[in-house]
C-alpha cells in the first residue's frame, strides 16, 4: 500500500489516507488501495473503524482534478462509479465507522466522510461540494447523502453555491457530531471506537443494519426489520452473558461475539 496506513488496535482499527503532499486527494490509486483495505479488515477481530487523513491540514481534499479533466463522458461516468462502490462498500461495512475530519473534507472528502456512520471534526476543519465551479456534479453520492443528513434544502444551499463551510457551522446543521482542537481530535476518536468496541459486537452490528436498512422502508416495513434483528440477538452468549450481568448486578465479563 502506498497511500493507505492500516492500523489495528485490539478491537478497533484506523485507516489513514496518506497522501498528504496532494492533501490525500482521492485519485484511482488512493480508491482501489481502500477497496483492498475494506476487504481485509478482519471482521472477527475488528468490532470498529476509524477514518482520517494524514497530517493537519486535509482529511481528504477531493477527487484528483488532474485525473478528471480530460474525461470523456463514459469515463466521467465510470469514474463516478468507482468512487461510488467504494463507499458504498465503506458505508455497508458491517462495523460502524467513525470519520475522524482533520482539514479540509471537500468534494470526494465531504462525499466519503458522509458514508461512515458518524463524523467528528477538528476546528480547523472545512466541508464542502465545490463541484458545480469546476463544471460537474458531486459524483461520489454527495447529492443524495447531504439531502439525507442535513435536509433538501440546505444540501442544495451549499451544492448549487458551491460555498465551503467551516466546523462550527457543520456542526450547527448536524453535519458533524461535535468538534474537538486538532490534538485532541484522534484521540476522541479512539476513545469511542473502543467504547463502541466493548459493547455485544452482534448488537451493535444488528443496530448499523437495522438504522440504515430502515431508514429506505415505511415505518410497517421498518420495525418489522427491528423486530428481526432484535430476536436474533437472543440466544447469543452475548445476549445471555449481557442480561446476567445486569440481573447479579455485575460488570459483563466480556462480550465473545457469539
Known amino acids: 500500500m502506498e497511500y493507505i496506513v492500516y ?12 497522501r498528504e503532499k496532494a492533501l490525500n486527494a482521492l485519485n484511482s490509486q488512493v480508491l482501489a488501495e481502500l477497496d483492498q483495505t475494506l476487504d481485509a479488515v478482519n471482521l472477527d477481530e475488528v468490532r470498529c473503524l476509524i477514518l482520517t487523513g494524514a497530517g493537519a491540514k486535509s482529511f481528504v481534499a477531493g477527487a484528483d482534478i488532474g485525473e478528471m479533466s480530460n474525461l470523456t463522458k463514459a469515463e466521467g461516468e465510470a469514474f463516478g462509479k468507482k468512487g461510488n462502490d467504494v463507499f458504498r462498500k465503506l458505508e455497508t461495512l458491517p462495523i460502524p465507522v467513525i470519520a475522524a475530519v482533520n482539514g479540509f473534507a471537500l468534494g470526494g472528502g465531504c462525499e466519503i466522510a458522509m458514508s461512515c456512520d458518524f463524523r467528528i471534526c477538528s476546528d480547523n476543519a472545512v466541508f464542502g461540494q465545490p463541484e458545480v465551479g469546476l463544471g460537474i456534479t458531486p459524483g461520489f453520492g454527495g447529492t443524495q447523502r447531504l439531502a439525507r443528513l442535513v435536509g433538501p434544502g440546505m444540501a442544495k444551499q ?9 466546523a462550527d457551522e457543520a456542526y450547527r446543521i448536524g453535519l458533524v457530531n461535535a468538534v474537538y482542537p486538532q490534538e485532541e481530535l484522534l484521540p476522541a476518536a479512539e476513545k469511542m471506537a473502543a467504547g463502541i468496541a466493548k459493547n455485544a459486537p452482534i448488537a451493535v ?3 448499523k443494519k437495522a438504522i440504515n436498512e430502515g431508514l429506505d422502508l ?14 436474533d440477538c437472543f440466544e447469543s452468549y452475548d445476549q445471555r452473558e449481557g442480561m446476567a450481568a445486569f440481573l447479579e448486578k455485575r460488570k459483563v465479563e466480556a462480550f465473545l461475539n457469539k
Open 7 to 18: 492500523e489495528q488496535k485490539g478491537q478497533y482499527a484506523v485507516i489513514t489516507i496518506s
Open 158 to 166: 451549499m451544492i448549487f453555491t458551491a460555498r465551503n463551510i467551516k
Open 205 to 207: 452490528r444488528n443496530c
Open 218 to 231: 415505511d415505518m410497517d416495513k421498518a420495525v418489522e426489520l427491528e423486530e428481526k434483528l432484535f430476536g
